[in-house]
Each structure stands twice: as structure tokens, then as C-alpha cells.
């Protein structure tokens, strides 16, 4: 179940330690994007792509 | 694009998916701090104030007016309760009876931007229609914030704004200056 945020929830996940996936492309991702947010765009969004993040802690897309 | 990512990532196997719906758009319009190159083309986001006034339909035109004072500002944006953009309220409707409810005599369908406009083609269409303010929504409608035209001059002259919506969580926010 998908839980749909605004950004005190971004802020708040945050300090909880979410994971921050920007699934823009690369060049928007580039030309400006949430601090500490890691590039994932949804194209390229699969098994592999995700193999290092943590399954059970909290993760924030936009 | 998040919500269908968000469904991806759960079929992926993460437990607690949350999606920032209104994304990078509304983060800069809140004024809050981004990484990377800076687009070099200013965009409707880099100018605007990340709240606006609102007025409800169903209330009062005098209620809304109270309002607006505590503002400092003359103009107010109708949303509906799904924070869609609806109406707008500006001089001359204030001489009207303030007992009247705000859907009756608000400007209906004003002008809305996207955030991610460019901001140069935008300012100049302004100054030719002498228009002052414009609602910057999401595709969808729904309000992240207001350009002011005189803001997005400044910072296309290399200013910063000399004011700017202070935001906050369950207060209804006023103008300061910075």
C-alpha cells in the first residue's frame, strides 16, 4: 500500500532515514533535485537497480 | 511517473512506500534547498511563493477579506477541497455585499502555470497583458503556489525577492521580509 505525502512527510521520513529515490531522468535529476536524493529513473527501475537498498526501511519516490 | 515508480518499487519488495506526489515542484516553490547544476534556464519554480491566500467557495466574501488584510495582499486564490484551483478574488469584487459566499462572486478559470515554465516568456506575456499574478499549479490543477510578477522581474534582473511566503505547518502563514 502506497502512502501518498506532502513534504513535512518528506521532512519527517527523512530524520527517520527514508530513502530518497528521485525516478526523474538523469538530466532533470541533474539540474536540481532534493539533497541526498538518489537517482533512480523509472525506466531503469528493476531488481538489479535496487539490489543495495534495504527492502524493510521506509523509501520516498517523486 | 512517482506513482507508477511507487507500485514498482513495491512489487519489488519494499514494505513501506511512500510517494511525494507533488515533487520537485512543490519542494522549490517552498523555497527549500536542492542539489545539482541549477538549470541555467530560470523556470516559474525559482519565483514562486510557496503559499498563496486561499478562499474557500462556501465561505463568506467577508471571511475571506478578513483574511487577505491579515496578509497584507488584495487578491486571494479560490481552491476547491481538493486544492484545486477554481476561482480567483481580486479589487473590484471586495466592494460587493462581504456577506455573498466566494462562489458567487469570484473570477471564474484565472490563469495557472506549471511550475516548470520557462520564466523569461512568462514575465514578458505578463507585462504585455499588465497582469501582476498568476496561480502555479501541478498539471492537474491543483495550487503549489503564486508568481508575482514583480518577483520573477527581480530575480530575472539577478535579485532575489525582497518578500517571501513564510510557510508554516498549521498556521496560515504571512509575508516577510527577508
Known amino acids: ?62 | 511517473m512517482s506513482p507508477r515508480a511507487a507500485c514498482r518499487l513495491e512489487a519489488l519488495g519494499f514494505q513501506q512506500v511512500y510517494d511525494y506526489t507533488l515533487g520537485i515542484a512543490d519542494w522549490k516553490a517552498a523555497g527549500l534547498p536542492v542539489e545539482g547544476d541549477h538549470s541555467p534556464t530560470q523556470v516559474v519554480a525559482d519565483a514562486t511563493r510557496s503559499d498563496a491566500p486561499v478562499a474557500a467557495p462556501d465561505e463568506q466574501l467577508g471571511v475571506a477579506w478578513a483574511r487577505a488584510q491579515r496578509t497584507g495582499r488584495d487578491d486571494m486564490i479560490v481552491v476547491d477541497c481538493d486544492g484545486v484551483v477554481v476561482g480567483r478574488l481580486r479589487d473590484p469584487v471586495w466592494q460587493q455585499s462581504h456577506d455573498l459566499l466566494v462562489a458567487a462572486v469570484m473570477e471564474l478559470g484565472p490563469t495557472t502555470v506549471r511550475p516548470n515554465a520557462p520564466l523569461v516568456p512568462l514575465v514578458e506575456r505578463m507585462q504585455k497583458r499588465a497582469t501582476d499574478l498568476v496561480s502555479v499549479t501541478t498539471p492537474q490543477g491543483v495550487l503549489l503556489g503564486v508568481l508575482l510578477r514583480a518577483d520573477a522581474e527581480q530575480l530575472i534582473a539577478g535579485d532575489p525577492p525582497d518578500q517571501i511566503w513564510e510557510d508554516c505547518d498549521g498556521c496560515p502563514g504571512h509575508w516577510s521580509t527577508q
Request: aromatic content about 4%.
Open chain 1, 1 to 62: 500500500m502506497v502512502t501518498n505525502i506532502d513534504r513535512y512527510g518528506l521532512m519527517a521520513l527523512t530524520e527517520m532515514g527514508a530513502v530518497i529515490l528521485d525516478v526523474l531522468p538523469e538530466r532533470e535529476y541533474s539540474s536540481g533535485h532534493i539533497p541526498g536524493a538518489l537517482n533512480l529513473p523509472l525506466r531503469k527501475l528493476n531488481t538489479a537497480a535496487v539490489a543495495d537498498l534495504e527492502r524493510s526501511k521506509p523509501v520516498v519516490v517523486y
